[in-house]
């Protein structure tokens, strides 16, 4: 994954092949339905496990037929929304905050739009024009030891079972970018810093 989740405005990687793939928005909406991925061997030895779109493993039980039933009525639907949000919001100047914004974000924003969407609608994109540096600045500072290894006890129970976030040693693995803003976060909000998961 070359590109990171964090807090810096950049796109954050596409949950699966499909996403990013030329297809239509509602077919990288939809997602692939048998992807696998490796992701070290599990209690059966096996090397690869099937997940949906976003990481997380589908259990075995998983109802294929229902869920392919589902989608082939469900795409049509996603196709007419990414047509809405194309011909609306094209020019990514006119994205602002609005009722119509809400409605069509409440309605589902095309995966293809999310990243653009969310720094817009958010108010983020301000803030990162007023304060390009800010995230580089705040990781370059040295966190309080104690916050540090707080972080640390709980970035493991994190999705455990999400193949984004494997060990450290996962190239894909997102532990460290979600370290980072966690990080910079304490160190903006000292008065907050960081409480951990109960």
């Known amino acids: 994954m070359a590109t990171s989740v964090e807090s810096n405005g950049q796109r954050p990687p596409s949950p699966s092949p499909s996403q990013s793939s030329s297809s239509s928005s509602a077919s990288s909406e939809a997602g692939s339905d048998n992807k696998s991925h490796n992701s070290g061997s599990d209690d059966n030895g096996s090397a690869e496990r099937k997940v949906d779109p976003y990481g997380f ?7 294929f037929e229902t869920y392919e039933q589902f989608m082939s009525s469900y795409l049509s639907i996603l196709a007419r929304r990414a047509a809405r949000w194309k011909d609306t919001y094209e020019d990514k100047r006119k ?18 739009l ?7 609608a958010s108010g983020a994109s301000r803030r ?5 540096n800010r995230y580089k600045t705040l990781l370059s500072q040295r966190a309080d030891p104690s916050v540090t290894d707080t972080i640390l006890l709980d970035i493991h129970r994190t999705f455990p079972e999400n193949v984004y976030f494997n060990a450290l040693s996962d190239p894909q693995s997102l532990r460290k970018p979600l370290q980072n803003v966690l990080e910079a976060i304490s160190i903006s909000n ?3 810093g960081y409480c951990q998961v109960r």
Do not use: N, Q, T, Y
């Not at 999310?114 to 817009?120: F, I």
């Not at 990162?128 to 390009?132: F, L, Q, W």
């Open 57 to 63: 493993e589908r259990s075995d039980d998983f109802d």
């Open 95 to 112: 994205i602002s905050r609005s009722r119509k914004l809400k409605r069509f974000c409440r309605k589902g924003i095309p995966g293809d």
């Open 114 to 120: 999310r990243p653009d969407v969310w720094m817009l």
């Open 128 to 132: 990162k024009a007023e304060d390009p």
């Open 190 to 192: 000292p008065h907050v």
